[in-house]
């Protein structure tokens, strides 16, 4: 058993506006608690004063421990060196700006002892302050996913979520790169447990998911967690030659009968041509993605590389 009890992942990009609030807030919850903690931020290649405030807090306070990246690697290979690197037997994934309320922490680890689950994760109950845009893609993908994935993952779910010491073990086992965090730990099982909470407002700053990084977000997910647009892709071409074999019956049947209107068919020729066509590029297109992702896996690259680390012992092995 570690001796620290509970250790805090946060992964931060450009996050000079809400870190310090972020911190006290965390720090005056945790200490009411009286288990020991750590902080542990992970500065994900931010431009902006992160990693110096991060700086001047981890002087006066050794439970905050910084792991910088040297460039922006994403939110969920932040997290995934935030599991890697925390020494808690228990720890709490959340977001900087507060979205994620520190005060649901003592009721999480509340649940998961009375409860003895090894996953208690946070259930979306509303949602304040966010895009009518954001809410809708966001309920449309959760639902998606569900049908298309092989395991259920539960819906309205983000990261927020404490594992124990089993699961960060498990998940550190995994060798996939681009995880797709809150898909795998539910995949990996034991006993999980929800916890109801409402989603704050942002505290500061804006999004750091602009739609360029929620679609690339949204795909990866979909290409590591289901095999059904492959599926799909061959039920689609199968539609399509059931589509010319009718197409050549009816042909047939007008030749037969004497009836020569297919000649004059110049329109039909050329929706069967753009069906068709589409029908082999959107196959493509399908297969394409999940080869991009055998490319990415196979080049077996780091999934993040550490530059710095502050209140930490170093480690050997830069990943
Ligand atoms: N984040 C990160 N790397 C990124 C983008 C975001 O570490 O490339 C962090 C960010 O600092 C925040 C969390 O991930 O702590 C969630 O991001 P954000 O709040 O911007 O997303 P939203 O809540 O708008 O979906
Ligand atoms: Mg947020």
């Known amino acids: 058993m570690s001796e620290t009890e509970l250790s805090i992942v946060i992964p931060c990009y450009n996050e000079e506006l809400v870190i310090q609030e972020s911190y006290k807030r965390l720090t005056s919850v945790l200490k009411k608690t009286g288990v020991t903690y750590e902080l542990l931020f992970v500065n994900d290649g931010s431009s902006d004063k992160t990693e110096f405030i991060l700086g001047e807090l981890a002087k006066a306070d050794a439970c905050l421990k910084v792991i910088s990246f040297s460039k922006n690697f994403g939110h ?61 893609t966001a309920k449309l993908f959760y639902r998606i996913l569900n049908r298309l994935s092989e395991s259920t993952i539960p819906v309205d779910t983000g990261d927020f979520r404490l594992v124990d010491r089993k699961v960060i073990d498990t998940f550190n086992k995994l060798k996939e790169k681009n995880k797709y965090i809150r898909g795998l730990i539910s995949w990996i099982g034991f006993k ?128």
């Open 192 to 319: 999980q447990c929800p916890v109801n909470y409402t989603r704050e407002e942002r505290f500061a700053g804006t999004t750091k998911f602009p739609f360029s990084k929620m679609f690339g977000f949204a795909t990866n997910s979909m290409l590591y967690f289901s095999k059904k647009p492959l599926k799909f892709a061959i039920l689609m071409g199968f539609f399509s030659i059931c589509l010319g074999l009718i197409y050549l019956a009816v042909s047939l049947f007008f030749w037969i009968s004497g009836v020569r209107t297919m000649v004059s068919g110049w329109t039909s020729l050329i929706v069967v041509i753009v069906f068709f066509g589409g029908v082999q590029l959107l196959t493509i297109g399908v297969l394409g993605q999940y080869i991009g992702v055998l490319f990415d896996e196979i080049k077996e690259r780091p999934e993040f590389i550490v530059s710095r680390t502050i209140n930490m012992e170093e480690q050997s092995e830069n990943e």
């Open 76 to 136: 969920q290979n932040s997290v995934s060196a935030g599991l890697k690197y925390c020494k808690g037997n228990y720890a709490v994934i959340m977001d900087a700006d507060l979205q994620d309320p520190p005060e649901v922490i003592p009721e999480m680890l509340r649940i998961s002892k009375s409860e003895n689950a090894n996953v208690v994760y946070g259930v979306r109950q509303s949602r304040k302050g966010e895009s009518f845009f954001k809410l809708f």
